[in-house]
C-alpha cells in the first residue's frame, strides 16, 4: 500500500507541476551511436556522423556493478570535455542527443528504495554532467521489464519503481535544465506485441511502463529485429524480415490491442517509429532490403496495395508516421554490408519526402518551401490561404499563422537548428541557419 501511495502521490505531483503533452511533429530518423571500439562497425567520432540523422541514442549507460543500481557513462576514446564538445557540435546543428539506458548486456532491477534512489540519483548525475536532450529507454533484461497485475495496475515493485525513477528524473531534468526532458523507447517485440499471445513475464512486460509515461513519451520505436514470430492484431502470425511484419507490428502500436492483463491503448502515428537493422550484420535477424521496407512504408503511408497478406485496419493508412530508427549508425556507415554507405538513412530520405505532396486533381502537387537554409524568412509555393504550425525537433510548438503563395514566414528570431513546418497536410524539414 505504502509502494502504491508514494508511487500515486509523485506521479501526481509531477503530472500537475510538469506534464504537458507532446505536440505532433513531422517524421526523424533516429539512429543509435555505439561508444566503442568494434573492428565490425568501426567507431566514429560523435561529431562525424552522417548529418541526416536527426536523434542521436548514445549507447548506452550501463550499471557500475550487477550488485547495485548506480549508472555511468564513460565516452570510448576521447576525454569527457571533448565528447561534450562533440555533442554541443551537433546539437548546435539541430540533432537532438540522447543518452540511451541498458543495452544486451545491462539488467535493471529496483527490489527496494535504496536501488531506486541509486538508479535516479546516478542517472540525474549523468544528465547534470553531459547535456543531454533526454533518455532513450533500450532496458532488455531484468524484473523491472516483467509484467505483473495488469496494464493500468502493475503490481511488481521492480516496475512500479522504474516508473516512479523516470518520472523523477524528468522532474529533476525540467528544474535544473529549464527544459523538457526528451523520453523514447525500443523495446523488444516480445515485451510489447507479444502482450497478446500472453501476458506475464517478458510478454507484455514494457505495457505497464508505456501506458504510465504515455503523455511524457516523444517516441517508441520497438525493435523489429531479433524477433520470434508475433501476432498481430487481426490474429494471424507474422515473422520479421518481412514487409508483413513491418506493417502488422507498427499497427498494433497504433490501434492498440487486447491482452490477458486489459486494454492497451495505441499511440498517435506522429509517435511510432519503425526501428530496423541496418544491415544484415547488425542483428541476428529481421533485416530487410530497402526494397520492402519502401513497400512497408509505402502501405502504412495510405500508397499503394498491401505488400503482403496483412491488410491495415485503418485503410487509408497512417500518413503522419513518426519516422524510423536504425541499429546503428556504425553499421550504417560500413561499406560492406550494404551496397552503399548510409544505405539506411537514404532509403529514409527518399521515403518520407513522399509524404511531404499533397494530391489535387488527381496531380501530385508539392508545397516547395526556400530558401533552405535559411536565415530571417521562409516562403512556401504551391499552396492557397493556409494554416501553418512550425515545430522543433522535440515537438514543442514554435511558431503558428497563416500564409500563403505570396507572403513569408519570419524566423530571424528562431534558434539555428532544424524545424518541422505542418502546411497543407504535409510536413516539409527546413534548417534555420544565421549567416556568418
Request: proline content about 4%; glycine content about 8%; hydrophobic content about 40%.
Amino acid at each position: 500500500f505504502c509502494l502504491s501511495m508514494m508511487f500515486y502521490f509523485r506521479f501526481l505531483i509531477a503530472f500537475i507541476l510538469l506534464h504537458s503533452t507532446i505536440q505532433a511533429q513531422g517524421p526523424v530518423i533516429i539512429g543509435y551511436w555505439q561508444n566503442w571500439i568494434s573492428s565490425e562497425a568501426p567507431y566514429i567520432p560523435l561529431d562525424q556522423i552522417d548529418g541526416r540523422y536527426d536523434i542521436v541514442c548514445v549507447s548506452f549507460a550501463v550499471l557500475t556493478s550487477p550488485a547495485d543500481m548506480n549508472m555511468q557513462f564513460v565516452p570510448e576514446s576521447v576525454s569527457q570535455s571533448t565528447f561534450i564538445q562533440q555533442m554541443n557540435t551537433i546539437q548546435a546543428q539541430g540533432k537532438k542527443v540522447l543518452l540511451s539506458i541498458g543495452g544486451a548486456n545491462t539488467s535493471i532491477s529496483m527490489p527496494d528504495q535504496t536501488s531506486h534512489d541509486a538508479f535516479i540519483n546516478s542517472m540525474n548525475s549523468l544528465l547534470d554532467t553531459y547535456p543531454f536532450d533526454g533518455i532513450d529507454i533500450d532496458i532488455e533484461h531484468g524484473n523491472s521489464i516483467l509484467a505483473s497485475g495488469i496494464i493500468s495496475n502493475p503490481t511488481s515493485v521492480d516496475c512500479v519503481y522504474l516508473i516512479d525513477a523516470i518520472t523523477q528524473i524528468k522532474a529533476h531534468y525540467a528544474a535544473t535544465h529549464s527544459n523538457t526532458m526528451m523520453l523514447t523507447f525500443a523495446p523488444e517485440t516480445a515485451y510489447v506485441q507479444g502482450g497478446m499471445s500472453a501476458y506475464g513475464g517478458i510478454w507484455g512486460g514494457y505495457l505497464p511502463i508505456l501506458d504510465a509515461l504515455r503523455d511524457d513519451i516523444n517516441y517508441i520505436h520497438v525493435q523489429l529485429y531479433n524477433s520470434g514470430t508475433v501476432y498481430g492484431i487481426d490474429g494471424e502470425i507474422y515473422a520479421q524480415g518481412t514487409a508483413d511484419f513491418i506493417v502488422a507490428m507498427t499497427e498494433a502500436m497504433i490501434q492498440g490491442f487486447s491482452t490477458s492483463g486489459g486494454e492497451f491503448a495505441g499511440f498517435p502515428e506522429e509517435k511510432i517509429v519503425v526501428g530496423l537493422p541496418a544491415c544484415t550484420a547488425a542483428a541476428g535477424g529481421g533485416f530487410c532490403s530497402p526494397v520492402v521496407v519502401a513497400s512497408a512504408i509505402d502501405y502504412l503511408h495510405g500508397n499503394g496495395n498491401a505488400p503482403g497478406n496483412y491488410t491495415l485496419v485503418h485503410s487509408q493508412g497512417y500518413p503522419q508516421l513518426g519516422g524510423m530508427m536504425t541499429w546503428s549508425i556504425n553499421w550504417d556507415a560500413v561499406s560492406t554490408c550494404n551496397a552503399s554507405p548510409y544505405e539506411y538513412v537514404s532509403n529514409y530520405e527518399q521515403l518520407f519526402e513522399t509524404i511531404l505532396s499533397t494530391e489535387e486533381n488527381g496531380k501530385e502537387i508539392k508545397p516547395v518551401l526556400f530558401p533552405n537554409p535559411a536565415n530571417t524568412f521562409i516562403h512556401i509555393s504551391n499552396l492557397t490561404d493556409s494554416d501553418y504550425q512550425i515545430s522543433d525537433i522535440t515537438g514543442k510548438l514554435i511558431k503558428a499563422g497563416k500564409i500563403d503563395s505570396n507572403s513569408t514566414i519570419e524566423i530571424d528570431s528562431l534558434n539555428d537548428g532544424f524545424y518541422w513546418i505542418y502546411v497543407n497536410q504535409s510536413w516539409i524539414k527546413f534548417v534555420k541557419q544565421s549567416s556568418n
